[in-house]
């Protein structure tokens, strides 16, 4: 019994190096000095440096994108809730025809392959002038954001007694206002997750931002590409830069970790 | 088929909460017991106990005289049924098949013997049928007959009939019974139903705060109650409980309420060494009343009579006491005058702490 | 629930939005059908070119070639990540301590920029100074050209995938086992069943719904795959990782062949919706019911 225990841990230990120790070595390498990134065995004490860091700042207009990635997300999310959400609660509380098929092309969006999709948006947004504009990644970051909003909103909503609404209503409150001030206060905590599940995915967007912006309304996973042409074998910057990308995202993924696996599971996890 | 003896047993959830304290239990071979009591008294951990779910803080657990304390459930071998219905997303069949497969019963042996259990609980026409499509009750079938399939050394019912329709409890308690008996084997049932306990087992053993008050046969514990505790949760409504005090009168002992006596010079000896303060009791299915006048009896004034199954429950007023009394026949109305009699023989007295006397 | 009524302001307010970004959905679906039918490039005009370049693609070798690396990298990443991920559920379930821990480390690469992770784990699998060969020889396993020879890099990928989902699958199986009562395992214990058989045979059986909605997502992410693998390989060397998207992607912007790119991705789409039609089937009535 003991032994078996024993087994279990050491067998769990190795598999959670493997997942975390690429998280760690980006961390590592990004207050490496340079000196001592190129050496094997590897570095795991050293005197950390910020030097790095203040490259990959300094340079790269890498605040421009960080701006970029961050008006875009907040954004877009915004956008999506005030969308979104009026829409998630009509398919929730309305007996409105058609409800099933409504709700399975929107999960639907999910599942097209991103990167096709985005080619005919590329050719209008060519024609329009929105190609490598904020607005137009914007409105297609809405379309993307949708899915999770209404698919886990809807599970949140369902959550919330009917009884407990039709009360407020006879008690001669509008369905909007219940919406607004009965409905929603009660499922703050899911569209906060929610909220953050989706900012995390708009933020970490790749496909679409790579096809639809330039220089000019690039965002950052875009411009880490660039970071990999033009740093190259700068090891110590390029993990900076991974740092700066994704650390927030760390942050914001551990704070809702049980939302987080509802949402990637569209809400099948409860 | 053993005996199973809980050498004093006791089990400390966490770092209080004694769930069950220094308890010793002896369960014959071939016999079926009941551990009765309120929620929150130890029956399911003592159960749990037994099967090996739960290793016990203190104490040992023997099957047949071997010490099996530190055994898994697996190796001792036992079958339990709970109450929340445990069903495996299976057929019917490979349901009741489960517990033999893993015991690597050859597959003739195993049709032969699910077949068989499953006759035994009536759900032959279902076998082939998801299990988890089926009504609470016939779940609950497929879970005894998972149970019964094999010869385990001692079947564990957690409360095996509560999540289950009215119906097919008196259907189950019926099988229960009629396979004891036929197998001859060591059953311990867990239950808050007195009813089920009383007609079901050959002992009960009724719990309280993780402590054995009293293990003994349906009848001893309805008839001889070791404390007031058992004495009012055995029996619908309990025996009630008037504190009396021990007078002699012309040489006659009486046990005094205040607002009537009951004359107990028959056993007096033995009461007059625990004092002044008594607890007299008596079951209101003993209490004898009547609407006439008769010598010796008491009079009182009935507030209430309510009808429970075939009997009349009557409230009876006597001063500041309150007398309940349950009867048969009767034609004593609310609002008149009854006349009231305990008998003796009846009457049960114990100490001031609660233990019996006599 | 309320019937519809015309009366109901607030319900159209609700929809209004959605019909407006149904307009978003249909559009590209049309285009990318229209100039399907075109030879198009960046800065040339569209010329009608019937089922050309259709019969272009089918005849592409290239084509072939990307949509079975497609199909051989979701087939085996999702077997190993539903083997791995299922197996550390299992220790998860059978440890007592550690468990916050394990939750927050599995978490972190679900949560990285793909784009970025693509970066690492090329780092990492450097062939001089990569860690991943490093630690390889450590336990004896000479070092491999990983990014720079085709299998090697094809195998990249599908590590990379496995380290950046199993977590998802372990995670969900996971909370889906932690929602059982304990009365079932127990139940299985004392009909004599190994902690290994009650896993496999009674508990994974409970959360098949469950299981099905992951399997349907990982299948239909990875024939998707674009990310990690196109900042890590760029669908190199030659075209070894060169899977659909990246596929897609190349014919457009590296190549600018818009009419070509479409074709492409009216394929891609329609493959897509068949694999998402019969896929969910099971899983989706599975999500509706969640």
């Known amino acids: 019994m003991k032994l078996k225990t024993l087994i279990f841990y050491i067998l769990l230990a190795i598999s959670l190096l493997f997942f975390i120790y690429p998280v760690y070595f980006a961390f590592n390498l990004a207050f490496m000095p340079r000196a001592a990134i190129f050496q094997l065995p590897p570095n795991y004490i050293f005197q950390p440096t910020l030097d790095n860091f203040v490259k990959v700042i300094n340079s790269w207009e890498f605040s421009k994108y960080l701006m970029n990635s961050t008006i875009v997300s907040i954004l877009s999310v915004t956008l999506s809730l005030i969308v979104g959400l009026p829409a998630t609660y009509a398919l929730v509380r309305y007996d409105i025809p058609k409800k099933g098929t409504i709700l399975s092309m929107i999960l639907g969006i999910r599942f097209l392959p991103i990167t096709s999709v985005a080619i005919p948006f590329y050719i209008m947004f060519v024609s329009l002038g929105l190609y490598d504009t904020m607005f137009g990644l914007l409105l297609t970051y809405i379309l993307l954001n949708l899915p999770f909003i209404v698919w886990l909103m809807r599970g949140y909503i369902m959550d919330v007694p009917t009884e407990l609404e039709e009360s407020y209503e006879v008690d001669g409150l509008s369905k909007t206002q219940v919406f607004l001030r009965i409905t929603l206060p009660l499922v703050y905590k899911g569209l906060l997750a929610t909220v953050l599940f989706c900012f995390i995915f708009t933020w970490n967007e790749f496909g679409i931002a790579l096809l639809l912006t330039g220089t000019n309304a690039r965002t950052l996973p875009v411009q880490s590409l660039q970071f990999v042409a033009s740093l190259g074998l700068d090891w110590g910057a390029l993990c900076a830069a991974a740092v700066l990308i994704a650390s927030p995202m760390i942050v914001f993924g551990l704070l809702i970790r049980r939302y987080l696996i509802r949402g990637l599971s569209l809400g099948a996890v409860r | 088929m053993v005996e199973i003896f809980l050498d004093n047993v006791t089990h400390i959830y966490g770092k209080e909460v004694k769930a069950l304290d220094s308890t010793t239990l002896r369960v014959e071979n071939g016999s079926l017991i009941a551990l009765l009591g309120p929620s929150g008294c130890g029956k399911t951990t003592t159960m749990r106990i037994i099967a090996g779910l739960l290793r016990p803080t203190s104490g040992r657990v023997y099957f047949?005289?071997?010490?099996?304390?530190?055994?898994?459930?697996?190796?001792?071998?036992?079958?339990?049924?709970?109450?929340?219905?445990?069903?495996?997303?299976?057929?019917?069949?490979?349901?009741?098949?489960?517990?033999?497969?893993?015991?690597?019963?050859?597959?003739?042996?195993?049709?032969?013997?699910?077949?068989?259990?499953?006759?035994?609980?009536?759900?032959?026409?279902?076998?082939?049928?998801?299990?988890?499509?089926?009504?609470p009750g016939t779940r609950q079938k497929v879970a005894l007959a998972r149970a019964f399939v094999r010869q385990p050394t001692v079947f564990l019912l957690d409360e095996p009939l509560t999540n289950v329709d009215p119906q097919t409890r008196l259907e189950l308690r019926k099988i229960i019974k009629e396979l004891q008996k036929d197998l001859h084997q060591t059953m311990i049932y867990v239950t808050h139903d007195q009813a089920e306990a009383l007609t079901l087992s050959e002992k009960i053993a009724v719990m309280k705060d993780g402590k054995m008050i009293q293990y003994d046969t349906p009848e001893a514990l309805y008839d001889k109650p070791k404390n007031t505790f058992v004495a009012w949760f055995i029996g619908n409504p309990g025996m009630q409980f008037f504190d009396v005090s021990l007078k002699q009168s012309d040489g006659a002992f009486l046990l005094d309420a205040g607002e009537f006596s009951v004359d107990v010079s028959n056993v007096s000896g033995q009461l007059v060494k625990y004092g002044n303060e008594l607890k007299l009791g008596i079951r209101p299915e003993n209490i004898q009343v009547s609407s006439q006048k008769k010598v010796g009896w008491f009079n009182t004034k009935c507030t209430m009579v309510e009808r429970v199954g075939n009997m009349h429950l009557l409230t009876l007023g006597k001063g500041r006491l309150e007398i309940k009394a349950k009867i048969k026949e009767t034609d004593v109305r609310e609002g008149d005058t009854a006349w009231v009699q305990f008998p003796s023989e009846k009457v049960r007295v114990y100490s001031k702490a609660g233990e019996l006397i006599i | 629930m309320k019937k519809i009524s015309f009366r109901s302001k607030t319900l159209f307010l609700a929809l209004i939005p959605m019909i407006y970004l149904y307009g978003l959905v249909i559009y590209p679906f049309a285009s990318v059908i229209y100039y399907s039918f075109f030879s198009y490039d960046i800065g040339g005009t569209p010329v009608f070119n019937g089922v050309g370049n259709y019969i272009q693609l089918f005849t592409d070798p290239q084509f072939y070639r990307t949509l079975g690396l497609t199909l051989s990298y979701s087939i085996l990443a999702v077997g190993a990540e539903f083997l791995f991920g299922i197996g550390l559920a299992y220790l998860l379930v059978h440890i007592s301590r550690g468990r916050s821990v394990a939750t927050s480390i599995l978490i972190l690469p679900l949560?990285?920029?793909?784009?970025?992770?693509?970066?690492?784990?090329?780092?990492?699998?450097?062939?001089?100074?990569?860690?991943?060969?490093?630690?390889?020889?450590?336990?004896?396993?000479?070092?491999?050209?990983?990014?720079?020879?085709?299998?090697?890099?094809?195998?990249?990928?599908?590590?990379?995938d496995v380290w950046q989902w199993t977590p998802f699958v372990t995670l969900v199986t996971f909370a889906g086992l932690t929602t059982l009562p304990v009365e079932l395992v127990e139940s299985a214990y004392i009909d004599g069943a190994s902690e290994f058989r009650t896993f496999k045979d009674i508990l994974l059986p409970r959360i098949r719904a469950l299981l099905y909605i992951i399997l349907f997502l990982r299948v239909i992410d990875t024939l998707k795959i674009f990310d990690t693998v196109y900042t890590m390989t760029g669908g190199g060397p030659g075209t070894a990782t060169t899977y659909m998207s990246i596929f897609n992607y190349l014919n457009l912007m590296t190549f600018y062949h818009i009419g070509y790119g479409c074709t492409i991705a009216a394929f891609f789409i329609v493959l897509m919706n068949v694999v998402v039609t019969v896929l969910s089937k099971k899983a989706g009535a599975a999500l509706f019911a969640a």
């Open chain 2, 64 to 135: 047949d005289n071997v010490d099996v304390t530190e055994r898994s459930s697996q190796e001792r071998n036992v079958a339990m049924v709970f109450q929340f219905i445990v069903i495996y997303d299976k057929t019917v069949f490979e349901n009741i098949e489960f517990p033999l497969l893993v015991r690597k019963v050859p597959k003739e042996e195993r049709i032969k013997r699910v077949k068989h259990a499953a006759e035994l609980m009536g759900i032959s026409n279902v076998l082939n049928q998801q299990a988890r499509k089926l009504d």
């Open chain 3, 111 to 160: 949560v990285m920029t793909p784009a970025v992770a693509g970066i690492i784990w090329r780092i990492m699998f450097d062939a001089g100074f990569g860690h991943v060969n490093f630690y390889l020889s450590l336990i004896g396993i000479p070092g491999q050209k990983w990014l720079i020879r085709p299998t090697e890099a094809f195998i990249s990928t599908v590590i990379v």
